[in-house]
């Protein structure tokens, strides 16, 4: 099973790619889908905690990012694929984060679907924002910012590459890691799961082979719910159909890597314990 789990699902992912550049037929699809409206922002970024900036910044550096932007609570570094931020903070975490002008307003419409908030409005002394947690135990920020300031990466990633650009190891914009697939998410409840995400504007398609699963997208960020056994912690993942080769390529820079679910897939861990797969496309 393991030998096979990889494969099927990367299979699976292109389709998925395939089907979210099929706009128009999206919007026909979607015309009268009461969800297909909401956004959670007009900006999004990848929040990690950590206890030690520089060496998670020297980290992620090695993994092909550059940091755009500093801010007295952290820095923002992109491969132009995706946009993280390293946040200086003792607790450890993962969050998709969202930015957008009406933030307190979308706050309040994700409040009415029953989610519970961590913060709702809060000031930070440089801008307000409010946390809520999803039935997965991911935390998600929705800050209040004119999403004209935030850094939008320059490079393509699996959302916005066509078929034919994806068989392109030269259209990859991360030379090290390739391009941002997903944030992967272990769920225990697949459907649970998926009607969850769409409340919130995600769109994707369910399968059930090897296991069930599916890559959603808003259009601003991509999240993979998973429901397996192979691993418990979300993770970011890049894909290249080169990743070999640059697997070799970090290991010889030092990058500890550990090989998982199939040959030419790896799992590697950063400074502050954020999981990053690096998959073969």
Not at 57 to 62: G, L, R
Not at 71 to 90: A, Y
Request: aromatic residues 12%.
């Amino acid at each position: 099973m393991k030998k096979i789990l990889i494969p099927i699902c990367v299979l699976m992912f292109f389709y998925v790619f395939i089907s979210c550049n099929q706009s128009a037929e999206n919007k026909t699809e979607n015309k009268n889908d009461s969800t297909a409206a909401f956004h959670l922002g007009s900006a999004a970024q990848i929040t990690i905690a950590t206890n030690d900036i520089e060496k998670s910044k020297a980290f992620y550096e090695m993994l092909g990012f550059k940091q755009v932007q500093e801010i007295p609570s952290g820095i923002q570094m992109s491969d132009e694929s995706v946009l993280i931020m390293l946040q200086k903070s003792d607790k450890k975490f993962l969050r998709i984060s969202y930015f957008d002008s009406n933030a307190d307003k979308i706050a309040d419409e994700v409040e009415k679907q029953g989610n519970h908030f961590i913060v709702k409005n809060e000031n930070t002394g440089f801008f307000t924002r409010s946390i809520f947690t999803t039935p997965d135990s991911i935390e998600v920020s929705l800050v209040k910012m004119d999403p004209s300031n935030i850094y939008k990466p320059k490079g393509k990633n699996g959302m916005s590459m066509s078929d034919v650009e994806r068989k392109d190891a030269k259209n990859y914009p991360n030379p090290m890691c390739g391009t941002f697939g997903e944030c992967s998410i272990p769920v225990t409840n697949f459907d649970s799961s998926f009607a969850y995400w769409k409340k919130l504007g995600f769109k994707g398609t369910k399968y059930t082979e090897p296991y069930p699963w599916s890559v959603m997208t808003d259009g601003l960020f991509s999240i993979g719910l998973h429901q397996q056994t192979q691993f418990t912690y979300p993770a970011i993942t890049f894909f290249a159909p080169d990743m070999q080769q640059k697997i070799d390529k970090l290991k010889s820079l030092g990058l500890s890597v550990t090989e998982f679910m199939a040959p030419g897939n790896v799992v590697t861990v950063a400074p502050e314990g954020t999981h990053i797969f690096l998959f073969t496309m």
